[in-house]
């Protein structure tokens, strides 16, 4: 049966929809800054390959919470300059609130919602669902996460002085390394090649994307982390500089 909720129990059970989402989570909320302790166990679902689609707000949505979604590799992030409701739901239960998914409304507002589950609120579920599903599917996907905006890149390697990736990457090998380099992502030693830098392992997860501008920990060069590398610039500034001599 339909459970009211005050403010501490809609987060207790927004945190328990994120932790049992089986393969889609969907959090729909204006105003977006996602505290530290779910944001956690949002990124734990995310490497479980859990899609998880936020619908918020663009012009409401700061340039930090931004950059922590941006975390999430499965993320599909929508806008909707009109949104005002908030509702969040996996596969079986759903939480329609006044709660915003905001740190400051879960620490200081007065907040109060329902909780609906598919089993025991079937007819009531399923109309929320529609009208949330309306909600998702008219607002606008962002094209700056996941999308491969391919002129921004060639003109990012063109100021870089950097090779496109049709041409052959001609750089010196460090004396002594073998041939051996770094995964830009985990570490793991492997063959020094621009054009692959990362291990079979971490290639595969960057390759359902394919964003050339995602930013990573690690120089393919020396494997340590200095500044953000990523897939058309593997090499952090003082390696780069190393390899034009």
């Known amino acids: 049966m339909v459970e009211f909720l005050n403010k501490d129990k809609a987060y207790a059970e927004i945190v328990e929809i994120v932790s049992k989402a089986a393969s889609r989570l969907v959090l729909i909320s204006p105003y977006i800054k996602i505290p ?58 759903m939480v329609i609130t006044s709660l915003n998914l905001h740190e400051h409304s879960q620490q200081h507002n ?59 990457r001609k750089t010196k090998v460090p004396s002594g390394t073998k041939l051996k380099g770094f995964c830009i992502r985990c570490g793991r030693n492997i063959t020094y090649d621009l054009n692959a830098p990362y291990c079979p392992d971490c290639y595969r997860v960057w390759n359902k994307f394919k964003d050339p501008n995602y930013e990573e920990e690690l120089c393919h060069w020396c494997g340590k982390s200095k500044e953000p590398t990523t897939m058309v610039r593997p090499l952090c500034y003082s390696c780069y500089r190393k390899s034009r001599r």
């Open 36 to 93: 530290d302790d779910l944001l956690e166990r949002l990124k734990y679902m995310d490497g479980k390959s859990i899609r998880i689609i936020v619908v918020c707000r663009e012009k409401d949505l700061k340039v930090e919470a931004k950059n922590e979604l941006k975390q999430l590799r499965n993320l599909e992030l929508r806008f909707d300059k009109d949104l005002h409701a908030k509702c969040f739901y996996n596969e079986e239960s």
């Open 110 to 168: 007065r907040e109060m919602g329902i909780l609906l589950n598919y089993k025991e609120d079937s007819d009531v579920f399923k109309e929320a669902l529609n009208e949330a599903e309306f909600i998702v599917n008219r607002a606008k996907k962002d094209s700056t996460i996941r999308g491969l905006i391919s002129g921004i890149a060639k003109e990012a390697r063109s100021a870089a002085d950097l090779p496109t990736k049709d041409s052959v």
